[in-house]
């Protein structure tokens, strides 16, 4: 029989160092499947301990359960360790036998390294050898693995699990204001103080315009003082602080320190007034304390500060909210349909939110007077919402306004989303008023806007119309019309409060307007009303029902107002026979732009929608205008004819000076030589004059038919220039009598004309070419100013530039006073640009004049005339 015997044969040092680090582990893993276990319950006490204290219980229980709660939890925690004492560390034969277990390892692999045959043998031996190795190659991959304790089976209800779900709540409400330390369990509480139970939670709001995030102050870092301009926090301006105070205990005050405030600011809870917070201080005090209160504290940053609360601080550095900035874009122009055309720039860092014209009459209203209707309302069309920066061109029609046709201030105002508001520089003008061409239309409107202004002189207005009711057979030849003017008195009178003089006042207008224009001007109103009533849907964002049925309100305004228009064309042949090309709108244009209006209104682009409605506005104005003006041409037909006789009339005086001034020159040429053949041409409009006083011809090289007359025949040309100055004279005469059949009384500038002609005329005829020049220029100028004064009257009868009827003067004239070519009137343009050729030209002539007076060489009369073409005398 064999007999084995341990520790008897040496085994090699890196095969004893594995083995033995193997059975180590082993030892380790045994060690672990004990203690697990039975640690169970201490590690269950342990974080139920932990949880206590983080959810506070420790912090709020009475002394003796404080004590209480702490001794049993040692009491337990050490009991349960009792386990812990059997424990049997396992040897090298258990882990051998667990390695062998573990890893499926046959003929006790492990074991057998130690063990020796009983007998001896060579042969023996040398097999026994030969085992060993074999089964040490096996031991080379041995796995230890993890333990396994085998929980399950001690703890078959799944106990353990309740104490971890305790702990993982406990710890996260341990991050609240109202949740414990751990170092309160070993802090016994005082019995005779109060700890107060708070939370607070601060943040900031932007405004909604600046689209900015809220701001979170609670949980991040206070600043320690004002100065820490790195830790600041920057918001925008008028942003609200909010700040929540949650649960009972003393009162917290929340102070916010302006930069350079002597005093902090006490912000108030939500409920109370601000000069209501002194005395909710002193009660909170004497309140019970309510763990559920929850006092808010709002409070709006204007300005750079610190807040303080609960011993937090932050700082605030403010970004400026920039007031808006507004502009006219030109100045302020009437239509000739009486519309007001306001073009504007404006900015905002953030936003416009409105934007609109202030309108207030210039003229100091009398005493005690009363108007009945307040200052006109003007809103600017922004190009889309809160825009930051605006340019567009708005138009108005305030023509039915009592202040149209009086002298107003117009400021433009913007204001932001925050209320603040930028005003532009005023603008003084006539508020433009319709034109009534029927003086008994004009006549009612006048009876309207005498007691609109001022409710007192409604007797004057009754007069008035009383006056026009004694001439009815010769002022109204329509019965109808009489009819509705004696309706009109018996309102006024019996008017006794403002709304029925308001009912007065509208019945006058729409009386004024049926006698104008009949069903076109009542066509025309409800067209603006359904256009005005659209913009504003669009303005406030109305649902796509109201659009819809606004949209349909237009059509059929618009749709009327065509019929009324054709049945007015067809009334009157003439305008039927000769529209204006440049003024034509086809139906199927207005239809394919209300087409797009309800397309862009339905898709969402309201903003797209209101600026296409306002081009369709600016459409139908110059619509209106044309008519206007075709109408109104007809009736100055005779004034047109004055005016192109007074043009006609300084083109003649100014060809006549020119020829007089050539005569003139060539006869003192002649004269101061002593030589019958030399002269000198001062031929200006398109020609220099020669450098040399011996240069014979024009500087083409061609002739010149003065070079070929005697001074005697010079002198005899300038006498026969008196018959056309003359009748140059002659023709200011009956121009005279024509303006002043007209309504128009001729001013001191045709009065002085005529003298200079006459003066002209003498010298003429006595060959004197200098002071005939001199006069004749003189009198081109006073025939300028007379023009001027003209033009000054018409427009004060409702006439004049824009308003069909060629313009003269300054305006109308190029800078060496030619009128310039115009090919009609223009819709509401009174400045017209010149060409680039005009300009050029109209540079290199005064070039050239500037460069003769430089000429120490030139004549005296002709440096006078240069001297007065330049305005210099």
Not at 294 to 319: A, C, M, P
Not at 356 to 378: G, N, S
Not at 714 to 742: H, I, R
Request: with cysteine; glycine share 8%.
């Amino acid at each position: 029989m064999t007999q084995f015997r341990q520790d008897e044969t040496p085994q090699p040092k890196s095969f004893a160092r594995t083995l033995a680090l193997k059975r180590c582990v082993a030892r380790a893993v045994l060690t672990a499947e004990q203690v697990l276990p039975r640690a169970l319950v201490p590690a269950s006490i342990s974080l139920l301990f932990l949880s206590t204290a983080w959810l506070g219980l420790f912090r709020i229980a009475p002394l003796w359960l404080h004590v209480a709660l702490l001794l049993g939890f040692l009491v337990a925690f050490i009991a349960s360790l009792a386990p812990l004492t059997r424990l049997r560390l396992p040897g090298n034969v258990d882990a051998d036998r667990m390695l062998e277990e573990r890893n499926d390892l046959p003929h006790q692999a492990i074991r057998v390294q130690d063990d020796m045959p009983a007998t001896g043998g060579a042969f023996g031996e040398a097999l026994w050898r030969e085992h060993q190795t074999r089964m040490a190659g096996m031991i080379r991959a041995l796995d230890t693995g993890l333990p396994r304790p085998d929980i399950a089976r001690h703890d078959p209800f799944a106990l353990r699990a309740l104490p971890v779900l305790i702990a993982c709540v406990a710890f996260a409400y341990s991050y609240s204001n109202r949740a414990g330390l751990l170092s309160d369990a070993f802090h016994l509480p005082q019995a005779t103080s109060e700890v107060a139970d708070i939370r607070v939670d601060a943040w900031v709001t932007p405004p909604a315009y600046t689209g900015r995030a809220p701001v979170f102050l609670t949980g991040r870092q206070g600043v320690a003082s004002p100065a820490d301009e790195a830790a600041a926090i920057t918001v925008p301006q008028f942003s609200d602080l909010t700040v929540r105070v949650t649960g009972a205990g003393t009162e917290e005050t929340v102070r916010y320190s302006e930069d350079g405030a002597a005093e902090p600011i006490i912000i108030p809870t939500a409920s109370e007034k601000p000069d209501e917070k002194v005395a909710a201080a002193e009660s909170a005090a004497q309140k019970a304390p309510d763990s559920n209160a929850v006092r808010n504290h709002l409070y709006k940053i204007v300005k750079d500060g610190e807040l303080s609360v609960g011993g937090q601080k932050w700082t605030f550095k403010i970004t400026p909210d920039s007031v808006p900035q507004i502009a006219f874009d030109g100045l302020p122009k009437p239509t000739p349909n009486a519309s007001l055309d306001i073009t504007f720039l404006a900015s905002d860092d953030y936003g416009i939110a409105q934007a609109w014209a202030e309108i207030k009459p210039l003229d100091e209203p009398v005493k005690d007077a009363r108007t009945l209707y307040p200052l006109p309302e003007y809103r600017l069309d922004l190009p889309r919402r809160n825009a930051r920066e605006a340019k567009g061109t708005t138009s108005r029609n305030l023509s039915e306004h009592p202040l149209a046709g009086k002298r107003v201030r117009i400021t433009l105002v913007a204001r932001d989303a925050a209320g603040q508001e930028g005003r532009s520089v005023p603008q003084d003008m006539i508020l433009p008023a319709r034109q009534f061409f029927n003086p008994l239309a004009g006549s009612v409107a006048e009876q309207r806007q005498v007691f609109a202004l001022n409710a007192n002189d409604l007797p004057r207005a009754i007069d008035l119309n009383d006056a026009i009711a004694s001439f009815a057979e010769e002022a109204i030849p329509n019965l109808t019309h009489f009819l509705l003017l004696k309706s009109a008195r018996s309102r006024m009178a019996l008017a006794h409060n403002d709304d029925m003089l308001r009912d007065a006042a509208k019945h006058l207008w729409e009386i004024a307007l049926g006698i104008e224009d009949g069903d076109l001007s009542l066509a025309d109103r409800r067209l603006r009303d359904a256009q005005q009533a659209l913009s504003d849907a669009l303005e406030r964002n109305a649902p796509d029902e109201e659009i819809a049925k606004l949209m349909k309100e237009l059509r059929e305004a618009m749709q009327e107002y065509m019929q009324a228009l054709a049945k007015e064309a067809a009334k009157n042949p003439r305008m039927a026979a000769n529209p204006d090309q440049n003024n034509v709108l086809r139906q199927q244009d207005l239809e394919k732009m209300m087409n797009q209006i309800e397309n862009l209104a339905r898709s969402g682009a309201r903003d797209q929608a209101r600026q296409m409605l306002s081009e369709l506005q600016r459409m139908m104005n110059n619509l209106q205008a044309g008519r206007g003006q075709q109408q109104q041409g007809e009736q100055n037909s005779a004034m047109r004819q004055q005016m192109d006789k007074l043009g006609q009339l300084m083109q003649e005086q100014q060809r006549l000076m020119d020829e007089t001034f050539k005569l003139d020159q060539a006869q003192r040429d002649r004269m101061q030589r002593g030589d019958p053949l030399q002269g000198e041409d001062n031929e200006l409009y398109g020609q220099e004059m020669p450098q040399d006083p011996g240069q014979r011809g024009d500087e083409n090289g061609e002739p010149n038919p003065l070079d070929d007359m005697t001074a005697e025949q010079l002198k005899e040309a300038l006498k026969q220039l008196k018959q056309q100055q003359d009748a140059l004279g002659k023709q200011l005469g009956e121009l005279q009598k024509g303006l002043e059949s007209l309504g128009i009384k001729p001013g001191k500038g045709f009065g002085d004309a005529k003298r200079e002609m006459d003066g002209a005329s003498g010298s003429l005829g006595k060959g004197q070419g200098e002071p005939a020049v001199g006069s004749q220029g003189r009198a081109l100028q006073a025939l300028r100013e007379g023009a001027q004064d003209m033009m000054n009257q018409m427009q004060a009868q409702g006439q004049g530039p824009g308003q069909g009827v060629p313009q003269y003067g300054q305006n109308g004239r190029d800078p060496l006073g030619r009128r310039q070519q115009n090919a009609g009137p223009d819709f509401g343009d009174q400045v017209k640009v010149p060409d680039e050729i005009d300009t050029q030209r109209a540079r290199e002539i005064l070039d050239e004049i500037r460069r003769r007076l430089g000429n120490t060489l030139s004549p005296e009369a002709e440096r006078q005339y240069l001297e007065r073409l330049l305005d210099m005398r």
